[in-house]
């Protein structure tokens, strides 16, 4: 028991020298516009299903987006990081043929609102590998909980799908020192195997404002979803990002 609580003191003690390298919290705000290419939906995913595409009907966008990340720096190697990252829209359009959705059906030509809902709320153990002089790498994992809703409503007739579940993901992060105000930040948290996938990826400038600020602009995708009996659904979203950082 002794030796148990000394490594978790270890762990979390601060290492000596470093204390100048890290910041020991940082929170960050991430917002801009965000755009879908790809929506593809069939539930159920047979033949009481329609495949349909949510592009076609809702359109590719923008619509509004942020996300919020806390992170911890327990010391010079060990981090926590913690990620709220909502995501819905709601629009109306035509449906170009009948569709069966989640139990109802639904005629083409008439008016339809489509609602989809995207909630990520995520929680990122990583490790600093490497620290030189111009790159800084993480690896970790992380633990999702996605709050996923398909909707779509026509007159009287409306039906839903609701998703509430756990997804492991593989983290990799990376900070490359460009100057000595600007980094370049690389963001991946990532899942491929069995019946569906996932990735976020972001590349993102960054400029150091200050020793505890930072505003960074760039890009982030998107995609992944499930191909199982229950649920066909796969989307591709793209962000155009700015951020504010405040490291203490």
Not at 167 to 186: G, I, K, S, T, Y
Request: charged share 20%; no cysteine; aromatic share 14%.
């Amino acid at each position: 028991m002794a030796g148990v609580l000394g490594a978790l003191a270890m762990l979390a003690a601060p290492s000596a020298g470093t204390a100048e390298e890290a910041s020991r919290f940082a929170l960050e705000l991430e917002v801009g516009p965000v755009w879908q290419s790809r929506n593809d939906v069939q539930i159920p995913n047979d033949a009481e299903g329609t495949r349909f595409s949510l592009v076609d009907l809702a359109g590719n966008g923008p619509w509004p987006a942020g996300r919020f990340y806390f992170t911890w720096n327990i010391n010079d190697r060990h981090g926590l990081r913690a990620l709220a990252a909502p995501l819905s829209y709601t629009e109306t359009g035509t449906l170009e043929g009948p569709v069966d959705f989640a139990g109802a059906s639904y005629l083409p030509g008439i008016p339809t609102e489509a609602t989809y809902q995207f909630d990520s709320w995520r929680l990122t153990y990583r490790y600093r590998f490497h620290n030189g002089d111009r790159w800084t790498w993480w690896v970790g994992a992380t633990a999702k909980i996605r709050d996923a809703k398909i909707q779509l409503v026509q007159g009287d007739v409306t039906s839903r799908d609701t998703d509430l579940g756990f997804v492991p993901l593989l983290h990799l992060a990376a900070d490359w020192r460009l100057a000595e105000r600007w980094h370049l930040l690389l963001d991946l948290d990532a899942l491929a195997g069995g019946p569906g996938r996932a990735e976020d990826f972001a590349a993102k400038l960054a400029y150091d404002l200050s020793d505890r600020w930072s505003i960074t602009a760039g890009y982030r995708t998107v995609e992944g979803g499930a191909d199982t009996d229950d649920v066909y659904s796969f989307g591709w979203f793209h962000y155009a990002v700015v951020s504010g950082i405040y490291q203490f």
